[in-house]
């Protein structure tokens, strides 16, 4: 099975307005992490937000959002107030476990285009 | 997160030929280092954990003897394609763990093309 899924291929969005993009994920470890990065065109992986499967809030970073539900096994991503900055692909991933030692699996992406 | 270097950011070379990336952490210092490989229109792979001082971990599928990976310092780790073929051709990234939960932070990536 998948360990991260995004089932969003493509995602356009109107400048200013916000815009969710979906991960779902599968563990069975009660303890792992959940990450976002953005790489635009240059390829650049940029870290946007950190989800720890313990933490009691929603994690935010800005105009970063995750959205965790933990029961649905979910980590979606929302950016409000878009700027066309923002278009570039979106991979969500998960570590699993405590500690620095195993691998973080990545989803396929999401590309996001911004619209003027 | 810390600075990571990779150089060169882009390389071109006949197939056949070795080729050379370096990832240099620049303010701290970095007992474990990442290789990611990333083809076109796909998510990132781990290729192999580089360890300071002791050989590299690969994973599974990824050829030890075509990918040497050496990390002779704490703040170097460098890659090295043997006999590179166009198959090769990809945007290879280095990535160390940092911080609160172990994020981990990636360099700027080298992208190869192999003719």
Known sequence: AQKITQTQPGMFVQEKEAVTLDCTYDTSDPSYGLFWYKQPSSGEMIFLIYQGSYDQQNATEGRYSLNFQKARKSANLVISASQLGDSAMYFCAMREGQGGANNLFFGTGTRLTVIP | ?115
């Open chain 2, 1 to 115: 997160g810390a600075v990571v270097s990779q150089h060169p950011s882009r390389v071109i070379c006949k197939s056949g030929t070795s080729v050379k990336i370096e990832c240099r952490s620049l303010d701290f210092q970095a007992t474990t280092m990442f290789w990611y490989r990333q083809f076109p229109k796909q998510s990132l792979m781990l290729m192999a954990t580089s360890n300071e001082g002791s050989k590299a971990t690969y994973e599974q599928g990824v050829e030890k003897d075509k990918f040497l990976i050496n990390h002779a310092s704490l703040t170097l780790s460098t890659l090295t394609v043997t006999s590179a073929h166009p198959e090769d051709s990809s945007f290879y990234i280095c990535s160390y763990r940092w911080g609160v939960g172990e994020t981990q932070y990636f360099g700027p990536g080298t992208r190869l093309l192999v003719l």
